[in-house]
């Protein structure tokens, strides 16, 4: 059964240090989302891509975040700086988009911890 | 501002006993109610999803109940089993590819 892959599992880094995590998403699926999830709540979207190109960035935190999906396939999300309040599991997920139903695959996210 | 408001936060319910979760939502823009299982150290998995164009839909041992007037919607895990032990999130999107807006998920515990 396809999944989408995310890596790494987990990561652990100092505060103002640089952190990426990547995302290959289920072949074929158009649509990418970066969501974060703190520790006992749900998730929430910080970007989605259609293809290459951002459909919403709307709460992804511009000054330190960035994500690109360069050819429309895997996607990367950086941190840059990282701060404690960071610490969370980075999701990723992707559906058909347009053609879908609405079904969103996860994969099984990047937990970060910020010390 | 939650978009989506579940509750309650935990549940402890007995094996072979019914769970019940519900979720409440304001936008009536939204048209698809998913509900998703997560594991510990895993990612959500879609268990069951609902447009309001039904009141009811059935899977399984997983029931979804729908309320349009109310703008509440339920999930029911019938004869409840220790391996549903898991944290569930409903959820609600506008849209075909829109983003899902996430309730705040409840922690299931199946005693055997």
């Known amino acids: 059964e396809a999944e989408v892959a995310q890596s790494p599992r987990y990561k652990i880094t100092e505060k103002s240090q640089a952190v990426a995590f990547w995302c290959d998403p289920i072949?074929?699926?158009?649509?990418l989302y970066w969501y974060r999830q703190i520790l006992g709540q749900g998730p929430e979207l910080l970007v989605q891509?259609?293809?290459?190109?951002?459909?919403?960035d709307s709460q992804l935190p511009k000054d330190r975040f960035s994500a690109e999906r360069l050819k429309g396939v895997d996607s990367t999300l950086k941190i840059q700086p990282a701060e404690l309040g960071d610490s969370a599991m980075y999701l990723c997920?992707?559906?058909?988009?347009?053609?879908?139903?609405?079904?969103?695959?996860f994969g099984a996210g990047t937990r970060l911890s910020v010390l | 501002q939650q978009q989506v408001k579940q509750s309650p936060q935990s549940l402890i319910v007995q094996k072979g006993g019914i769970s019940i979760i519900n979720c409440a939502y304001e936008?009536?823009?939204?048209?698809?109610f998913p509900w998703y299982q997560q594991f510990p150290g895993k990612g959500p998995a879609l268990l069951i999803a609902?447009?309001?164009?039904?009141s009811e839909k059935k899977e399984g041992r997983f029931t979804i109940s729908f309320n349009k007037s109310a703008k509440q919607f339920s999930l029911h895990i019938m004869d409840s089993q220790p391996g549903d032990s898991a944290t569930y999130f409903c959820?609600?999107?506008?849209?075909?590819?829109?983003?899902?807006?996430f309730g705040t998920g409840t922690s299931l515990t199946v005693i055997p």
């Open positions: 997920a992707s559906s058909h988009g347009r053609l879908a139903k609405n079904i969103q695959y």
């Open positions: 072949s074929g699926h158009a649509t």
């Open positions: 891509f259609q293809d290459e190109s951002v459909v919403d």
């Open positions: 936008n009536t823009a939204f048209d698809y």
């Open positions: 609902i447009r309001p164009d039904v």
């Open positions: 959820a609600a999107s506008m849209g075909t590819g829109n983003q899902f807006y």
